[in-house]
Nanobody, 124 residues
Framework: QVQLVESGGGLVQAGGSLRLSCAAS????????MGWFRQAPGKEREFVAS????????AYADSVKGRFTISRDNAKNTGYLQMHSLKPEDTAVYYC?????????????????WGQGTQVTVSS
């Protein structure tokens, strides 16, 4: 089992930056690929970024490529999403997720564990 707790969300002006953290409990985190997803009001949950268990492979949604960076520190059982050049359309609840596989995935249904989410609001 992996339990996930996100932090680092908040209110930021357009063009600003935030770093989200995802603290994981459980001994299997280092063997779990993880991802970040987001859900804006009235919209479906969408993929943002994913990283393999080792951190060696990453993937990004086109909408965040070049602005967001996903990373992880397995020694600290923590994943991160560094967000730069934030836009109002990035406003959403951001969720981290982990899966029982070392391989990253872009698909929410392939993740086994989810955090409770953290709100990110970008003002124009």
């Amino acid at each position: 089992q992996v339990q996930l707790v996100e932090s680092g969300g908040g209110l930021v002006q357009a063009g600003g930056s935030l770093r989200l953290s995802c603290a994981a409990s459980g001994r299997t985190f280092s063997m779990s690929a993880m991802g970040w997803f987001r859900q804006a009001p009235g919209k479906e949950r969408e993929f943002v970024a994913s990283v393999s268990s080792s951190g060696g492979s990453t993937a990004y949604a086109d909408s965040v490529k070049g602005r967001f960076t996903i990373s992880r520190d397995n020694a600290k059982n923590t994943g991160y999403l560094q967000m730069h050049s934030l836009k109002p359309e990035d406003t959403a609840v951001y969720y981290c997720a982990a899966r029982r596989s070392v391989v990253l995935s872009l698909y929410a249904e392939r993740y086994d564990f989810w955090g409770q989410g953290t709100q990110v609001t970008v003002s124009s």
